[in-house]
């Protein structure tokens, strides 16, 4: 082999290995993200049912209710639109009425949110990022957690 | 007092730092010793004054002084001891100022240890290291300073509880010997580039520095894992977090380095590429810094949301990152291009094992920074989860992972794919065995798994075999093979271990994502349920309490066909301060894998909500991360490798069979 052969042997390898990832990074763009989304865009934006999405907010004030077995319903709420979700397992340590939760799932045929992973993170202020921000875009928002506690968990 | 010789001990090492910055680069230019001369004291220097800084801050939190902003906020008297220590580094500005208590050490190391390098290298090295120092040590002066006094508080505040785990009092320090390791490798590359001269001694040079950071960065990210796999609850050990990509893709380009240095020491070859990636290991470390602290993510990790600091970081970032590709596009392509190798060699190898760790960087890369990206852009945000980096560095590993084994069998210059082949037929059969045993035991489940199982059989045994090969485990006479594992260079160990550590990890991961099972279950007490051949029985629950938080605690009592097997108290707190619920699991850990416990919520009717996982062989994860860094210390030890000891490596063992 030539120097010429060698180095077109490895640059071949290297350009097949790039294209080969650019093709990955691609498809798994296009298939594998998920959106979040507020009860409001969720509305606005009539997500199908069955499409995959994260659902942030606040846990509507009264709206926990405690099924059979480890059945919960609760809503999730932007104080403009609200939807109901309902999930089935343990909540977070942190999961509570008034606090911002993001739920994982995906809506059915009623506009009803079937829920199989939620998120609260480990701090009494805490409020999930894109929550604060969509709720702060939406006006909606108080800065009641500040300056009592910047240790995020 | 203490507080405050602390904070002028830091502004102190500042102005040590630009000495030692601006006096030996100038010096190395004009070649003037006297001035090259002044790097060593300054790096010790440098270091008992952030030593002395770093100790302060300890004493102030171990004595709890709350007039101290940081202590007040992040301690408690109530805590146990290794938590006001760990706590001097469980926040935003403590944890900096760790980050460049680890860089002085390292700088002082090469000050000691660097002896025999070329003066005017030594000297830019230093300067260079110097050069990071500073930027880092105004970062925290100007804008986290530790020692900020506010009035004395009656009481502090306290850590946050899910950090008050012996994992993560050392995850931290590990992992930033890590980042910072690499910074060596980076002053390195960036004072050949200024030296204009690059050779194989450079590579020995940088080698064990590089192999000890990995090495912290191995232990710190197993750690991490490890805390998140028993204290979140979630039975999961990695979550693609972006904080943990962060720390994952320092690692990756380090293990890349580690090869093409490899190639670089025996053959001289991709020099221009291992200088591109020693900079690039430690730019993806600053990256890591940056996108944890800054509060670009909120997570764990994000401490304090202080835009100011962000824009510090990134200015720090662009500046070295950037100065450095700059002097790289300028300077590289003046060096002299190295040896000749066939595609199909050792060499060889090493680069297809560089093309797939940094493409697969890449993609982490691209997964982690893409949410940013789209949000600053559209304003769409979004989430990229397991599902995106399962798809795409997780297929870009599968060759890497089968080419493994034939590394080490190939000979440099030109080797014989043929006759490495037929020496890895003993892990081709093994591999194959074990696809038809776990297809035979555990038909249930996704049909890849087996397959994932023989890749890593294959990795296990082909990394055993070439070392049994080597000392002739199979064919020579006992008492020569004992003679033939201690003649063998312990690189050479250490290579066979690392690798194995590779095959073990992996194994871990495909059977406990592959099996593993997991059941919500909600119990009454006296009530029993069943979970991969274990029975468990719930007891009850009873409040209990700690040294600074309440519990509930449930008790199981798990049998294995009739037999008792053990008892479990997963347990529900409440933490004094901060006021803070955690969950605690219980794992039994046995050979086969962990049974794992989670209590939940308390039911209406007197029940408890109940989470069981059975993790299949999930240990092996972290056992193959030690195994790992174990093969990294070995290497380490090696004499041809001692940090310091170059010069000394003049092949000692003539036989062809060592030339590792």
Known sequence: MTRKQRRAAFILLTVSVLALAVFLVAIALRDTIVFFLTPREVVERAIPPGKRIRLGGLVAEGSLKRGTGMQVEFAITDKTKTITVSYIGILPDLFREGQGVVAEGKLDAAGHFLADVVLAKHDENYMPPEVAKALKAQGVWKDAGKGKRDVQP | ?660
């Open chain 2, 1 to 660: 007092m203490i507080v405050e010789l602390g904070h002028f001990s830091l502004v102190l090492a500042l102005a040590v730092a630009l000495v030692q910055m601006a006096l030996p680069a100038w010096g190395a230019r004009r070649g003037d010793r006297q001035l090259m001369a002044v790097a060593e004291p300054a790096a010790l220097v440098q270091l008992s004054l952030v030593l002395f800084a770093f100790l302060a801050l300890m004493h102030a939190y171990i004595t709890s002084d709350f007039s101290v902003e940081t202590v007040w906020a992040n301690s408690h008297t109530a805590k146990p001891l290794i938590y006001k220590i760990s706590g001097v580094w469980g926040n935003h500005e403590g944890s900096m100022l760790l980050w460049v208590l680890i860089l002085a050490l390292f700088g002082a190391a090469v000050a000691l240890f660097g002896t025999n390098l070329p003066a005017s290298l030594r000297a830019t090295v230093l300067a260079v290291q110097a050069g990071i120092a500073v930027a880092f040590l105004l970062f925290i002066v100007l804008t986290s300073n530790p020692f900020v006094r506010i009035p004395p508080q009656p009481q502090g505040r306290g850590l946050n509880p899910i950090l008050q785990d012996p994992a993560l009092a050392f995850h931290p320090p590990f992992l930033y010997a890590g980042y910072v390791g690499l910074s060596i490798a980076f002053s390195f590359a960036v004072a050949a580039l200024i030296e204009g001269r690059i050779d194989a001694a450079w590579a020995r040079w940088v080698r064990p520095w590089t192999l000890a950071a990995w090495m912290c960065l191995t232990l710190g990210i197993a750690m991490g894992s490890w805390w998140a796999y028993y204290e979140l609850g979630w039975g999961g050990w990695w979550f693609w977090d972006p904080v943990e990509n962060a720390s994952f893709m320092p690692w990756l380009a380090a293990t890349a380095l580690l090869h093409s240095a490899l190639v670089m020491e025996k053959r001289e070859a991709l020099k221009v590429w291992t200088i591109l990636l020693a900079i690039l290991a430690f730019s993806l470390s600053l990256m890591g810094t940056f996108l944890v602290r800054s509060g670009v993510l909120t997570s764990v990790h994000a401490f304090a949301v202080d835009p100011k600091r962000g824009i510090f970081i990134l200015t720090i970032l662009v500046v070295l990152i950037g100065g450095a590709l700059a002097l790289y596009a300028w300077r590289a392509p003046q060096l002299q291009p190295g040896g000749l190798f066939a595609p199909i060699s050792r060499e060889g190898a090493l680069v297809l094992n560089n093309v797939l760790l940094t493409t697969g960087c890449a993609t982490v890369l691209v997964g982690t920074l893409y949410p940013l990206l789209l949000e600053s852009i559209t304003g769409a945000k979004i989430s990229v989860g397991p599902p995106y980096f399962n798809l795409t560095f997780g297929l870009l590993m599968l060759p890497l992972l089968a080419a493994m084994p034939f590394g080490p069998y190939l000979g440099w210059k030109r080797g014989d794919l043929a006759a490495a082949a037929q020496r890895l037929f003993a892990a081709a059969i093994a591999a194959l065995l074990a696809v038809v045993t776990t297809f035979a035991i555990m038909w249930r489940g996704p049909w890849l798994a087996p397959f994932g199982i023989a890749l890593a059989v294959w990795i296990i045994v082909g990394a055993a075999s070439e070392w049994a090969t080597r000392v002739q485990l199979l064919t020579g006479q006992a008492g020569r093979v004992w003679h033939r594992a201690r003649g063998l260079p312990r690189s050479a160990h250490g290579t066979m271990l690392a690798h194995l550590g590779i095959g073990l990890t992996l194994l871990g991961i495909v059977a406990t994502s592959a099996w593993q099972s997991e059941r919500v279950v909600a119990m009454r007490p006296g009530e029993s349920t069943e979970i991969a051949g274990y029975v468990l029985t719930f007891r009850g629950v009873a409040p209990a309490q700690g040294p600074n938080y309440q519990e509930q605690v449930g008790l199981f009592a798990v049998t294995s066909s009739g037999s008792p097997v053990t008892e479990l108290s997963p347990s529900k707190r409440l933490y004094d301060a901060p006021r803070q619920a955690t969950t605690e699991a219980a794992i039994h850990a046995a050979i086969a894998g962990d049974l794992y416990v989670v209590l939940g919520d308390e039911l209406k009717d007197g029940g408890w909500v109940v989470r069981l996982y059975f993790n299949p062989l999930v240990r092996l994860i972290w056992i193959g991360a030690v195994v790992m860094a174990l093969g990294g210390g070995l290497s380490l030890s090696d004499r041809r490798l001692r940090v310091g000891a170059p010069r000394r490596a003049r092949r000692a063992i003539p036989s062809s069979l060592f030339t590792e």
